[in-house]
């Protein structure tokens, strides 16, 4: 049988990730804290080790800036640019802020004044066009917007196919293709109930591999070592490897309710929030006419503020009798990509030890 499918949340959020930063870093052991993974860390000590990397990536969103920005190229410890000074300032200013002025809740971060300039504008800015008469609101009722977090998730099963329709289902196997910034990469993707995943991305520089056991996740990349990984990645490689997550959405979080609804370019949607102890909040959008998931927003918990991730789904078609998206597209602050499957086998044999991570290889005799 073959068909086009999506790939899972996770596994392409990992495959971005390497392909971006080509495992230039080790990952951090996750019991250490980053003054003992790293040196010469000052403001951000106490911070666990697999967090640093991401408050990093805060702070360049935040600002607008690369990595060069405060740091030299090959020396990330050196203090030999004013802005690393600076960064670690206003690291202890906003530090101060939240815990003087708002119980030490993070309210106030880098985006808060910066916005993505690394000069943050003090002057509000002048009207651009005239003012547009208010709208009176529209009912709830009109767009079939729901306040019941029960009925949305059930709608949301029923549309796919009914649930019952997708437990008939235990493998998968894809195809397709990544599009990001006009370059174009193959990619495979190998699923087997009920939380083990694979994706595979095949690159000029090599295949990128993302996998996660059923227990673990690991990363992979041509050349190098395979590594495990660690704090928000295994977190959100858990949750996507649930191979029937539509069905679970009520098992996987403690606390699911209905946000305000929202839109998504000019239709309203359906909004229910999930909550898992410990973890930041998941966003669920749904169509109300559909009463399909058209958009999900997760984050990435860093010591300076959350990383969005936000994955927007679209061209939903009837496979088999189960509805499934064919694209979807994938945003950070530093960048989006579009990843389109072509081709699709359900129900066909994977071994578990296609998701095992490899041993590393011993070095060559001299």
């Not at 870093?25 to 996750?30: F, G, L, N, R």
């Not at 196919?161 to 008939?168: D, F, L, S, V, W």
């Not at 959350?306 to 960048?335: C, E, H, M, S």
Request: glycine share 8%; proline share 7%; net charge neutral.
């Amino acid at each position: 049988m073959k068909s086009r499918r999506i790939f899972s949340i996770v596994a392409v959020l990992c495959l971005m990730s390497a392909a971006r930063q080509a495992y230039s870093q080790p990952a951090p052991e996750p019991s250490k804290l980053a003054e003992q993974a790293f040196k010469n860390i000052q403001a951000l000590k106490g911070t666990p080790a697999e967090q640093l990397f991401p408050a990093m990536q805060f702070i360049s969103a935040s600002l607008g800036v690369e990595c060069d920005f405060c740091h030299v190229q090959g020396k990330f410890d050196a203090d030999d640019k004013r802005p690393k000074q600076t960064a670690r300032k206003m690291i202890v200013m906003t530090f101060a802020l939240n815990k003087e002025n708002f119980d030490g809740h993070r309210e106030v971060t880098c985006y808060s004044c910066h916005r993505g300039k690394n000069d943050p504008v003090g002057t509000p800015p002048v009207a651009d066009q005239d003012s547009m008469p208010e709208r009176a609101p529209v009912k709830s009722s009109e767009t079939g917007v729901m306040s019941d977090a029960d009925q949305i998730l059930a709608k949301y099963v029923e549309a796919l196919g009914g649930a019952e329709a997708i437990k008939k289902i235990s493998s998968r196997t894809e195809k397709g293709h990544i599009t990001a910034g006009g370059d174009e990469s193959a990619i495979e993707v190998f699923m087997k109930a009920p939380d083990k995943r694979m994706s595979v991305m095949h690159t000029a520089r090599g295949d990128s591999i993302t996998a996660f056991d059923g227990k673990a996740g690991w990363l992979g990349n041509s050349g190098r070592p395979p590594r495990d990984m660690v704090g928000a990645e295994v977190e959100a490689a858990r949750l996507d490897a649930d191979f029937y997550f539509a069905t679970h959405i009520k098992e996987v979080f403690t606390q699911l309710r209905v946000g305000h609804s929202e839109k998504i370019g000019d239709r309203e949607a359906n909004v229910v929030v999930g909550v898992r102890q410990g973890q930041p909040p998941v966003r669920l959008y749904f169509d109300p006419g559909s009463g399909l998931l058209v958009r999900l927003v997760r984050y990435a918990e860093t010591p300076l503020g959350r990383n969005p991730t936000q994955i927007d789904y679209a061209d939903y078609l009837d496979v088999d009798g189960v509805k499934i998206p064919f694209r979807w597209t994938l945003a950070r602050p530093n960048g989006r990509f579009t990843i389109q499957v072509d081709q699709a086998q359900q129900n066909v044999p994977v071994a578990d030890d296609k998701f095992a991570k490899p041993a590393a290889s011993e070095p060559a005799a001299p």
